[in-house]
């Protein structure tokens, strides 16, 4: 009996054996990919070298521009990786932008903003002086709307900024929203609103655009927004999204409130009301166009400036014609029922802008691709290059039937053993006026520049981060953000804000952020 439980084993073991023999050559890519990548499969950073890692010879010459994080100041690093400039607010900063007399528009964290809970919730965007004078500090967080995210500097010294909108439950129900899609506290649907600053503290909304006036819906057809969002791609489908989870107790929240794992203002109720999560803005002054991105629709969208405010609420008007309704439309064309799962492009991406003019691919679009999902193989992040199609008049073009395109990017950036190159959030790329691409990893802090054909030229990894507490005093979670930076910015020697400034390292330089050892055990 026990040599025949012997011989079943051994052949178990051989029939193993062999399984696993004929599965290896189908599997050693994948195998490979992360083996590779094992090393870097850190999104955080955490544990690896920072600092100035690589600077090649015959760069451009230039600084780097980031927000310290869980800070109030901005640095200015020169290609050695050296500070030499601060600018220093009184909150925390998400992203600034630089203006060309060496001021600072930046967005800042208001302590006590009420309601909204989402991510990137600023309330507050300022203008500081290059001596760092506050010149400018206007707060736009009440219980109806909040700034976040991203905002847009314009020529005339105009803000196109985000801003959520509250909704309650009985508004978005009653304009077609599926009960099972709608948390009890309603949605925050996006806006997006330009301001006149006025004074050092005032700022007046001259135009504005809500989503909330371009929905149709396929559900309920008593409603007057109700039509086939397949014959209309020029409006939302209100009703794409994940039903919602069921409702986590107030003390389980709390818990995660205080690990630093959800926001301050979140509620049982709340937990998916920021419905579409704008995370970027950029305004096209030759186009008098507007693009922005949505990470939880997988989309980007551009729409039409040069309508008026109440044109912007409606279909017909402005250069383009179509009111505030999109203009173009890339990443999800499940989203207006012209493609299925197998079409989509982005994934929770990030920083849609215009190449900008003089520079090469002037008036494509680019955008960090930020969690690709890839069967195969692990999540990893791209550069997207794409090149909108239009006719000969500037107008995006899109034919019957089918999803806006290009079909594919005519650039694409990834790691090249793609996966090592990854971050699911935040994030940001912009072309260089060499050609190259300065790309910001932005879980990992880490900065660096591609050349077309992908090799990295320069790359720094954040080593700072500051001590802002929250509004009781309390110290803001240590993990998993420890470097993290939402945008970083390559300023080329030439900008009009550098012109004759002595710029030279600061010294002492700051003091690089070391990780506290970890708890030692007590033993009794």
């Known amino acids: 009996m026990k040599k025949i439980h012997l011989l079943l084993l051994l052949l178990i073991c051989l029939l193993v054996s062999s399984c696993g023999a004929e599965k290896k050559d189908a599997t050693k890519e ?188 396929d559900y309920d057809s008593k409603k007057a927004n109700y039509g086939n969002p397949a014959d209309h791609p020029e409006l939302l489908n209100f009703n794409t999204g994940d039903s919602i989870p ?62 008026t405010t109440k044109e912007a609420a409606g279909h017909t008007g402005g250069r383009w014609g179509k009111g505030g309704d999109f203009l ?60 909108p199609p239009v006719d000969k008049n500037g107008n995006y073009l899109l034919e019957k039937g089918k999803p806006y395109g290009p079909e594919k990017p005519v650039w694409t950036y990834i790691a090249p053993d793609s996966v090592s190159f990854w971050g699911s959030f935040i994030s940001g790329a912009h072309r260089m006026n060499n050609g190259n691409t300065f790309i910001d990893e932005g879980p990992k802090g880490r900065y660096f520049e591609v050349t077309k054909e992908g090799k990295i030229v320069w790359q720094y990894l954040n080593p700072y981060r500051g001590e802002i507490r929250k509004p009781n005093g309390d110290p803001n979670p240590l993990m998993p953000m420890v470097f993290s930076g939402f945008r970083g910015t390559f300023i080329p020697a030439d900008h009009p804000a550098l012109v004759n400034r002595k710029l030279e390292p600061v010294n002492p330089q700051p003091t690089a952020f070391v990780m506290p050892s970890p708890p030692q055990s007590v033993k009794k």
């Open 30 to 217: 994948v195998t490979n990919k992360k083996t590779i990548a094992a090393k870097d499969r850190n999104m955080f950073g955490l544990g690896i070298p920072r600092g100035l890692t690589l600077n090649s010879e015959g760069l451009t010459e230039g600084y780097v521009m980031f927000a310290v994080p869980n800070s109030a100041s901005v640095y200015l690093i020169n290609r050695k990786g050296q500070v030499v400039h601060e600018w220093k607010g009184n909150y925390n900063v998400l992203g600034a932008y630089l203006g060309k007399d060496g001021s600072l528009v930046q967005n800042a964290a208001d302590p006590d903003f009420p309601v909204f809970a989402g991510g990137g919730e600023n309330g507050r965007i300022q203008k500081i002086s290059w001596d760092n004078k506050l010149t400018w500090d206007f707060e736009y967080a009440n219980e109806e709307s909040h700034a976040h995210h991203d905002f847009a500097v314009m020529p005339n010294g105009n803000i196109l900024a985000i801003a959520w909108e509250a909704k309650t439950l009985q508004e978005v129900l009653a304009a077609g929203r599926k009960p099972k899609l709608t948390p009890k506290a309603g949605l925050w649907p996006d806006k997006i609103v330009e301001i006149e600053p006025q004074g050092k503290h005032g700022g007046k909304i001259v135009w504005e655009w809500h989503i909330w006036d371009h929905l149709i819906q």
């Open 246 to 307: 069921p409702l986590i107790s107030q003390d389980s929240l709390d818990v995660l409130i205080a690990m630093g794992k959800e926001r301050r203002n979140n509620t049982p109720e709340n937990m998916q009301s920021d419905v579409y999560h704008v995370n970027a803005v950029k305004y096209n002054p030759e186009l008098n166009q507007i693009a922005f991105s949505s990470p939880n629709l997988c989309e980007i969208f551009i729409i039409d400036h040069s309508t």
């Open 328 to 387: 173009y439309r890339w990443g999800n064309p499940l989203n207006y029922h012209r493609g299925d799962s197998t079409d989509q492009k982005l994934f929770h991406q990030h920083d849609v802008r215009w190449i900008e003019k003089g520079k090469p691919g002037t008036g494509n679009l680019t955008v960090f691709n930020n969690d690709i999902h890839n069967r195969d193989s692990l999540n990893y992040s791209a550069i997207y290059e794409i090149a």
